[in-house]
């Protein structure tokens, strides 16, 4: 199915302003959502910021990058990845704040997130007839796209934290099933032929909790079902693991999308 530009969009038409889908793509998602995870705990806990302060600099910090993300005209590796991190820490700020501040179950919480999730996806469908990340080139599609990946990250991390802390199914385990969880859909796309963009988004949603089981696994104490490398150390491996894959992407740009296609694929 063609996309169809609304009048209103077609003047601020730019050229894909996200990355092609290829393994890199995943592999520094999963590094981002890692570094939501224990960088927010750091800044936390670390640095005795608090929720307050912690949620304040990160927003304001986000909010910066994305004014650079929405000025630029063509997807930018170094800028759009420095979003997705930021993005990542917010969204686990929001549900920490409902959970731990203001005593929202993780149950309610998923709930709000999945709903506003939801809802967010069906505007943005009625707007453009499209969810296909190929297809962002109006200043309009960019802001869905943004605000979709806040809530994935927002409901992906109350769904990790049921599963290994109000579940007790631990860090690894919950990893280990979420894991699994992202294998099925793949095979479900590849094999069975299911929706690219709806297998795309669902995935989207079920590598946040992978990443952040994995952040906790390995930075809590062994007391707590981790392996005690501590927040410090665990960031800063994927940290600098994040910045040699977006400097290697940025000069071979192995994950620029071509042209655009206009078809509704993910």
Request: with cysteine; charged share 15%; hydrophobic share 50%.
């Amino acid at each position: 199915m063609k996309d169809k530009d609304p009048p209103q969009s077609r003047a601020r038409t730019m050229l894909n302003k996200v990355p092609e889908i290829t393994l890199f793509f995943w592999v520094i998602k999963i590094l981002c959502t890692t570094v939501g995870e224990t960088g927010a705990d750091f800044l936390d806990t670390n640095l005795n910021l608090g929720l307050d302060g912690v949620t304040l600099i990160m927003g304001v910090l986000l909010a910066a990058t994305l004014v650079f993300q929405f000025k630029s005209k063509k997807y930018v590796p170094g800028i759009y990845w420095l979003a997705v991190v930021l993005i990542s820490i917010v969204g686990t700020l929001i549900t920490d704040n409902l959970t731990d501040r203001f005593g929202v179950p993780l149950t309610i919480t998923i709930t709000i997130f999945a709903v506003t999730l939801s809802i967010v996806f069906a505007v943005w469908y009625k707007k453009e007839k499209t969810l296909s990340i190929h297809t962002i080139i109006t200043t309009r599609r960019e802001a869905f796209y943004w605000l979709a990946i806040l809530f994935t990250f927002a409901l992906g991390t109350a769904a990790g934290d049921l599963l290994a802390e109000t579940i007790n199914l631990g860090y690894l385990l919950s990893a280990i099933i979420f894991g699994v969880l992202i294998a099925s859909v793949a095979i479900s796309h590849f094999v069975f032929k299911v929706n690219a963009i709806l297998a795309f988004w669902i995935a989207y949603i079920l590598t946040r909790p992978l990443g952040a089981s994995i952040g906790d696994y390995l930075s809590q104490d062994l007391n707590n079902g981790g392996l005690g490398l501590g927040t410090v150390i665990t960031s800063t491996i994927f940290l600098v693991t994040i910045l040699a894959t977006v400097i290697y992407l940025t000069i071979t740009k192995k994950d620029v999308i071509k042209k655009n296609n206009f078809e509704d694929q993910a």
